[in-house]
């Protein structure tokens, strides 16, 4: 918060309500510059959206393994090729089983754009995803439709 209230029971309201820092006026720029830096560097590192993930990151669903620190999807045997914009999606919504974790609302959590209400693209990169990995794109087991909201990832095929 930055207020003209400088009061010690106001920073201290302020904080109880839910501000994660109280700055009163008149304030010095440097400090409210290294106020802000704090709080950036407490959030967590982010990774591209289209970039392997760090660490330990694959799943299996049907026939598929997802290996998000390699970049590889593979239904058995066969490695198939996965775009960027495929490979963000498909890594958002992998790790975020059974939640519209690709919602229009929102906004594509964890990929690379936000998508307007009547954005096509948003439908489009799934559209190509459903192809890669749904036996039939019509009748889609792993990636469904949440009508109104977005998409949800279902890894063992239930409605």
């Known amino acids: 918060m930055l207020t003209a209230k400088g009061e010690d029971i106001d920073r201290i309201v302020g904080l109880e309500v839910g501000a994660d820092d109280y700055l009163g006026k008149p304030f010095n720029p440097r400090e409210l510059l290294a106020r802000i830096n704090a709080v950036l ?3 967590p590192a982010t990774e ?22 390699a970049r590889i ?26 939640t519209a974790a690709v919602a229009r609302k929102a906004g594509a959590t964890g990929t690379r754009a936000r998508f307007e209400p009547f954005d096509r693209s948003l439908d489009v ?5 459903r192809k890669l990995i749904e036996t039939d794109a019509t009748a ?11 998409y949800v990832f279902v890894p063992d095929g239930n409605e």
């Open 73 to 98: 999807l593979r239904r058995g045997d066969e490695e198939l090729t996965l775009t960027t914009g495929e490979f963000a999606m498909l890594k958002a919504l992998v790790r975020h089983p059974g």
């Open 48 to 69: 591209a959206p289209g970039s392997p993930s760090s660490g330990q990151g694959s799943a299996s669903f049907g026939p598929f393994s997802f290996d998000m620190g």
């Open 125 to 129: 990169q799934v559209s190509r995803l």
């Open 41 to 43: 560097r407490r959030r």
């Open 140 to 150: 889609p087991r792993y990636i469904q439709t949440v009508w109104g909201i977005g």
